[in-house]
């Protein structure tokens, strides 16, 4: 199995073949990211970007602050800006990639680990081209993982230059203030370390650069003291919302997850290289395999046996695949006849899955005449994630249309008010319906359900009493405005449906629904 998997092609091809592949794969990120339109996760995110602060209710704010710097400030709105951080942390991280595995072996090495990665769903799409707090996080993983190469991996021994102890604990500093995961680095050194290669606990600056790193955590402790530390007990209650009962969905949801989103293919040529690893069937010092093995395994393990006992989701496990895709780029090269660079089939094949799965999502979301989910008219389009990422901007115009008929006739009153009880889809009605038309949005409901909204609430006008206001939901996700308002307003009206069509077939209604006379402010 394994020499058929890595057996070369008749026509060798050259390490230039590499960067026209990344380039080519890049190309159709960028198309895909300015035609279609943000998902539920991508959206949401957009808010941080408007409303800077030092913290959110779900994440640190370094994809806000990304968000905010390649929109110029919010100014240029459009998809493909809002992702650009994404298309550009995608090419620095196989650059990264790309040097640290030369570090560790040799040049041809760092090509293959550049291919892996651009062929890794999870590296390369969910992060290399959605924006999402993985999205600097895992730039400031592999920087990080660069830096300890550098430290714990180095031919030096121990005589290393005290700069790269700062710069490992800046980058991991950074990498926490992009997602609190990264913390999980200095517990893939400390595990390292501490089973290992116990003599780096004589090193000072080993100390120095780790209590450094946690000066970063302070806008984020900081903002949770201020604020009833509500980001520990949204998270904290993930877990205990199942209590501590085995879960076998949640396993078994995070083993296949984690197949599909590394890639099939790469997936089983990690399998391959740790077991390779494992039999000493790697040409790497003994000390290089082992540091490697402790910042990818017990990431991955953590978070499995996390899914034991709560929901957990496939890409959480993702940074740790990294330290594996440079172990099994180093395992490919020594297949490799007499020094002579070759793409093997396994990773031709892997980026060539990618890339066809790129084009073939983005005509499945755009233009495929094609209902994947409920047919049902009352939950018309549910379980189509597809709807996700399309028909909001349409929507946004149709929904102009009914307001302004609404105006002409006097049949609401007070101005324009958008409102939902959860943060999807309040993000998209945010961005794609009430900013465009210059409409007030408010998300009105439980803390636990509008998130961040509960916060940019408070920087709105409230909706004044006896006022009316448009709740708008959907068939696919449907939420009855009855029982969440009824108390808050005086009567409700019927729904007005929208249909929504893709190539000319009916995916889902848009359900618009009069909310009269407000019986208090709300906010």
């Not at 995070?254 to 391959?272: A, S």
Request: with cysteine; aromatic share 16%.
């Amino acid at each position: 199995m394994t020499s058929l998997t890595l057996q070369p092609h008749k026509k060798t091809l050259s390490a230039k073949w590499v960067w026209a592949i990344i380039l080519f794969t890049w190309i159709i990120k960028s198309i895909v990211a300015s035609g279609t339109e943000l998902s539920n996760d991508e959206v949401y995110y957009v808010q941080y970007g408007f409303y800077p602060e030092w913290n959110y209710f779900d994440h640190p704010p370094l994809v806000g602050l990304c968000i905010r710097f390649s929109t110029l400030g919010m100014m240029l709105k459009q998809e493909w800006f809002i992702r650009l951080s994404g298309l550009i942390f995608s090419l620095a991280n196989m650059y990264l990639i790309f040097k640290t595995t030369a570090l560790l072996k040799n040049k041809n090495a760092g090509y293959l680990a550049a291919l892996l990665y651009n062929s890794s769903i999870y590296a390369n799409v969910i992060t290399g081209l959605l924006i999402l707090p993985d999205t600097p996080m895992l730039f400031f993983w592999l920087l990080s993982l660069y830096y300890a190469v550098k430290i714990f991996a180095s031919e030096k021994g121990y005589a290393i230059p005290k700069k790269y102890f700062f710069l490992l604990s800046l980058s991991i500093g950074l990498c926490m203030l992009s997602k609190i995961h990264g913390v999980l680095i200095w517990g893939c050194l400390g595990f390292y370390v501490l089973f290992f290669d116990r003599r780096w606990l004589r090193v000072k600056w080993i100390y120095a650069s780790f209590f450094l790193s946690l000066i970063f955590l302070a806008p984020i402790i900081g903002w949770n003291i201020a604020n009833h530390f509500m980001t520990f007990q949204y998270h904290g209650g993930r877990v205990s919302e199942h209590g501590f009962h085995l879960q076998t969905d949640s396993f078994l949801r995070e083993i296949f997850g984690g197949f599909l989103y590394q890639n099939p293919v790469n997936y089983v040529l990690y399998v391959i290289a740790v077991a390779a690893c494992i039999r000493g069937g790697i040409r790497l010092n003994q000390r290089k395999k082992i540091f490697l093995l402790c910042m990818s395994l017990p990431v991955i393990a953590l978070f499995l046996g996390l899914s034991l006992f709560m929901d957990t989701l496939p890409h959480w496990s993702g940074p740790g695949f990294c330290a594996l895709i440079i172990l099994t780029a180093i395992y490919l090269t020594d297949k490799l006849l007499n020094n002579h660079f070759f793409i093997p089939r396994s990773v031709v094949a892997a980026n060539a899955l990618v890339i066809v799965g790129l084009i073939a999502a983005f005509i499945l979301v755009d233009f495929a005449p094609v209902n994947l989910g409920n047919k049902d008219e009352k939950k018309l389009g549910e379980f189509d994630f597809t709807l996700d990422m399309m028909g909001w901007k349409k929507f946004g115009k149709d929904f102009k249309t009914l307001v302004q008929s609404d105006s002409a006739t006097h049949a609401t009153n007070g101005p324009v008010t958008v409102i939902s009880n959860k943060w999807f889809p309040a993000s998209h009605l945010d961005l794609y319906v009430a900013r465009p038309n210059n409409y007030n949005f408010l998300a009105i409901g439980e803390v636990h359900d509008i998130h961040q909204f509960y916060f940019i609430n408070q920087t709105k006008p409230a909706l004044q009493k006896g006022n009316d206001a448009y709740y708008i939901t959907t068939t696919n996700f449907f939420n009855d405005p009855l029982p969440i308002y009824k108390d808050k307003f005086g009567s409700i009206d019927e729904p007005v449906k929208i249909p929504q069509y893709k190539s000319g077939k009916l995916m889902r209604y848009f359900l618009v629904y009069r909310c009269r006379g407000a019986k208090e402010n709300l906010q």
